[in-house]
């Protein structure tokens, strides 16, 4: 639960570095394109990495840097932990798998049975025109381990998809980022609910009545999903993951969108119709 996963954080003590730095004295860095960052640095970027995602969010750096720049001191300490806590979470860690297009073999991905959980990932990335290769390489979070959880979570997102079928057109990302905020608490995953703003009546309307709700009841109920070993889940049944971790599949976007054009559609070509007989 939420409530429950909130009084998990860190004490402050443990995540802040016991030496100071400013710009002009920058430590080196702690792994591969680590940048580090000072207090002011930190927060100018998560503010300004803010204010333009909302505007343009296509800038998937920018949300990168969003998620990055606000997940510390506290939050992805909290997620480090669940991992901690889990047998499986704990052996990721140890592995540090990657997800990529090398990792990911598609062509056998799409060899495995139809309601495998590594064929449905295969047939949303097919059909939603998404490659593994797009996530973005964590370099603002201080801690290395941290900052594998941070690139785990990132590379595992199109998973979230898969399991959820939720497509990523604005309305399906930002229920999908209603539910990962539900089950990891990451401060962007909440931050993106404000791109509610950007969508028309009807679908504010459905994401208010029906996909919010979906997405805090199941990802505050559910498992901890950055604790699922996707690497060795493939050939399941991914139904049986969905049962396993505790959650439901929402209804289909696309097949509601699709029903309401075609109402639209006939409502339209009714009007025509009475008009036509109105002239005669």
Known sequence: ??????????????????????VLNRPPPSYEGHVPLTFVE?????IGSAVVSLFNPRRGDLIAALGEATATPFF??????????SPTGRRILRDRPRINSQTMTMTLLRALPENSVGRSYATWLDREGVSPDTR?????????????VMQ???????????LTGLPVMVEGEVALKAFEFANTL???????????????????SRFWNTYLPWALDNGSRSNEIINIYWEEELEHDVDDLRIRLGIERPPDLRDMRRSVKEQRRAAKEKRERMGGLMGH
């Not at 004490?11 to 570095?17: A, D, E, G, S, V």
């Not at 992805?76 to 806590?85: C, F, G, K, T, V």
């Open 136 to 148: 973005d390489t964590v370099k603002y979070i201080d801690d290395p381990e941290c900052a594998y």
């Open 186 to 204: 990451l401060p962007m995953t909440g931050l993106s609910l404000f791109a509610v703003a950007r969508l028309k009546p009807g679908e504010r």
């Open 152 to 162: 785990r979570y990132r590379e595992c997102h199109d998973f979230y998809h898969a």
């Open 42 to 46: 930190r927060n100018a970027l998560a």
């Open 76 to 85: 992805i300490y909290r997620l480090r932990d669940a991992m901690l806590s």
């Open 1 to 22: 639960m939420i409530a429950r996963s909130l009084f998990r954080f860190p004490l402050l003590i443990r995540t802040t570095h016991s030496r100071s730095f400013s």
